[in-house]
């Protein structure tokens, strides 16, 4: 027969009361574990206990004697634990423990819910007062002595992000400090310190030089190359490029940061130019590739951040002085990662741009689309002779093409088919 409890006036069952509460379980201590661990807090000889629960009883698995420091017996305990739920109980410092709940993946639901109501059991047994704190762990990794370390730290302190993140701006403004000391010993005439007086003060004072800068009456993108200048071994380098001796020449701010190096000059295969390229730090190159010169601009995710500024604000100034070396430089490349330079990568790169159709031509051959001069029905801009870009059926994106309110032409670049 079923039994079913009434509830009568707001009476409830004391029993019922109790089965729908949680609490602690009534296991019992070892008589081993209980002398063991009396003994050990007086003493402080020992630096664990692992303690388990089977047919339902605290046993004693494992007692690491105190050998060494802290950090080293707490590396022990990972190994000791296992991959079975237990209880790490371990001694700090003298008659000062702390618990830790080890539920490691893959322990039964049931197993956890004995674990967590008898943890309190266990404590009163072998006394409350000798346990100072608590830490719950459900990986091995979270056993390490790096993680307890962690949980000492107060609750307003860095977390590993912010840590890396006031890294990176205490950087900055060393480097930032250090560009308007530059300044400052430039405006007086000397070099200072730590070199680059040059560079840095014509940075500061806004000098664009090199192919990033501006034209005359033209709008200034905010970027400002800095003038590097060439040392003896650059030039000697880039004249025999030149003269066909090499095709491959490295260039490379000096330990000073006052002025450029080459150390290789070679004449080296595609195949083998990305085992010629740096991992480490910023790099030039000057690469013959299909009668171009190549103008390569290595800078590797890796790289230390001063480093990368010097090198992106200089890397004009070094086009502009190697053609007053004779080697007026084509196409440039950015790479981050030696290995994306291959055959294909070159190729692609110096492939012509493909070419939109136009109604205007008359024929259907390519031909390069013209920019507006005018509008026409539905938006869409006219060419230079009156006539619709791209036809009555042109892709919406012409009418984009118009002209703007500052009479400046605007250019739409159109992926080609296929392109995501």
């Known amino acids: 027969a079923r039994r079913v409890c009434v509830c009568i006036s707001g009476y409830i069952p004391e029993r019922s009361k109790q089965s729908s509460m949680s609490c602690a379980t009534a296991i019992p201590v070892d008589a081993e574990l209980s ?243 740096t991992d480490t730090e910023p790099r030039y190159y000057v690469y013959k590739y299909r009668g171009q010169n190549l103008f390569l601009y290595c800078c590797p995710g890796k790289a230390p951040r001063p480093l990368r500024m010097v090198y992106s604000t200089a890397k004009g100034s070094v086009a502009e002085q190697a053609q007053s070396c004779g080697v007026t430089l084509g196409k440039s490349l950015e790479i981050s990662d030696r290995a994306d330079v291959n055959e294909a990568y070159l190729s692609d790169a110096l492939a012509p741009a493909r070419p939109s159709y136009s109604a205007s031509s008359g024929s259907s051959s390519p031909s390069w689309t013209q920019r507006g001069r005018g509008r026409g029905r539905g938006g869409r801009p006219l060419s230079g002779s009156g006539e619709l870009v791209g036809g009555e059926n042109a892709h919406p994106i012409y009418s984009m093409m118009g002209r703007g309110s500052n009479r400046a032409s605007k250019k739409i670049v159109l992926p080609p088919k296929g392109a995501w």
């Open 35 to 277: 002398n063991n661990f009396r003994s050990a807090a007086s003493s402080g000889s020992t630096r664990f206990f692992i303690v388990r629960i089977r047919d339902e009883v605290c046993y004693q698995d494992h007692m690491e004697p105190a050998t060494g420091s802290l950090g080293s017996d707490w590396a022990k305990i990972a190994g000791a634990a296992g991959t079975q739920a237990a209880y790490v109980l371990v001694c700090t410092e003298p008659k000062h423990w702390i618990t830790i709940t080890y539920v490691p993946p893959g322990t039964k639901i049931k197993d956890k819910m004995v674990y967590a109501a008898t943890k309190s059991t266990l404590l009163k047994e072998l006394g409350f007062q000798y346990f100072v704190d608590e830490m719950h762990a459900n990986d091995p990794n979270e056993l390490s002595f790096e993680n307890y370390q962690g949980t000492l730290k107060p609750s307003n302190a860095f977390s590993a992000s912010e840590i890396a993140a006031q890294s990176v701006h205490d950087e900055e403004e060393e480097e930032r400090k250090w560009r308007i000391e530059q300044a400052r010993n430039r405006g007086r005439g000397g070099m200072g310190g730590r070199g680059a007086g040059n560079a840095v003060a014509s940075a500061a004072r806004g000098r664009n030089l090199g192919v990033n800068s501006p034209k005359a009456g033209s709008r200034s993108s905010g970027f400002h190359s800095v003038s590097i200048p060439f040392s003896q071994a650059v030039r000697d380098n880039l004249a025999k490029y030149s003269r066909g001796e090499v095709n491959l020449v490295e260039i490379a701010v000096n330990a000073k940061k006052d002025g450029m190096e080459s150390n290789m000059a070679e004449t080296v295969s595609v195949p083998s130019l990305s085992t010629k390229i």
